[in-house]
């Protein structure tokens, strides 16, 4: 059993944002008046004086550190009569990002920003699908909230994209000699105690117009489902390829002189993008 901790008494706090970070990063666990915290990473990274930091942090108020597959960390063992304390500590290290595991928290490998094997900039892409979603109302519905998001820069899945409500990976297609930076557009990926179900390719969209995809996507769910209907099973009742219809426009992709914007990653703005291929992270 880890070492139970021992904070100052201070259950809640004042400070902004603790409302939407308690309701957001916090887990119950089945030790009763014990909570585990996410520290949510944004693009997963965090600095040494962050870890530091955190170190710091976790000798005061966690019984135990976690690193989590969805590219964040757990505190484990936080008590209940803490939460107030450890939120202005995390907030202070500028570690108190709230949305964690939520649509907004978005998975995803370095792609080509460092690996070789990688055909998209998938950071560039979950950097601008945070944006675009942060900025539509629906980020608040609460049935949209909990639908997860997955990237990879290449088929290998470094990403997790397989087994995400709505997953990416990054290809590439030609458009006379120019090279168009793409994502395949998988939906229905998942797991759960007893079952994995890997998504199914819906389309193949230009990087430029995926974040359009997403929210389609999305306000489509928004319409269309039942009460209380969640977006996996609004999934298995309509089916993925019923998606394909309604993003067909999208793959449209006008000439490099009316749009050259088209012809650049995101994430690699102003860069002629070509797919140049060598030894992948997941190969060493």
């Known amino acids: 059993n880890p070492r139970l901790p021992t904070p100052p008494r201070k259950p809640f706090s004042f400070a902004p944002g603790f409302d939407e970070w308690r309701r957001t990063n916090l887990y119950p666990q089945k030790q009763a008046g014990f909570y585990t915290v996410a520290v949510r990473l944004p693009l997963g990274d965090i600095t040494p004086e962050g870890l530091r930091a955190l170190a710091e942090i976790a000798e005061v108020y966690a019984g135990e550190v976690r690193s989590a597959i969805s590219q964040n960390f757990l505190l484990r063992y936080v008590p209940e009569e803490a939460l107030g304390g450890l939120y202005e500590a995390l907030l202070q290290a500028g570690l108190a ?7 907004l928290d978005i998975t995803r490998c370095p792609g080509a920003d460092t ?3 990688a055909i998209t900039h998938s950071r560039g892409l979950a950097q601008a699908l945070e944006a675009h979603l942060a900025s539509l109302a629906l980020v608040q519905d609460p049935m949209v909230r909990p639908i997860s998001i997955k990237i990879s820069g290449c088929p290998n899945s470094c990403g997790q994209h397989h087994i995400a ?5 990054g290809s590439s297609r030609k458009v006379g000699e120019r090279e168009v930076p793409h994502y395949t ?5 998942r797991t759960r105690e007893g079952e994995a179900r890997f998504g199914q390719v819906v ?23 039942e009460q209380g209907e969640s977006f996996q099973a609004y999934l298995d ?5 019923s998606f394909k219809p309604l993003l067909e426009d ?4 006008p000439s490099y002189e009316e749009a050259p914007e088209y012809y650049q990653d995101l994430g690699a703005e ?5 797919v140049q291929l060598g030894r992948g992270e997941c190969a060493v």
Do not use: M, S, W
């Open 115 to 117: 690996c070789n094997l």
């Open 97 to 103: 990002q709230p949305q964690a595991h939520t649509l």
């Open 270 to 274: 102003g860069e002629t993008f070509r």
């Open 250 to 253: 999208l793959q449209t992709i």
């Open 185 to 189: 557009l998988l939906l229905g990926g």
């Open 237 to 241: 009742r309509v089916g993925a390829a």
């Open 165 to 169: 409500d709505i997953g990416f990976y």
């Open 203 to 225: 389309a193949r969209i230009p990087a430029r117009r995926t974040p359009e995809a997403v929210e389609r996507i999305l306000k489509r769910y928004q319409e269309e489902r």
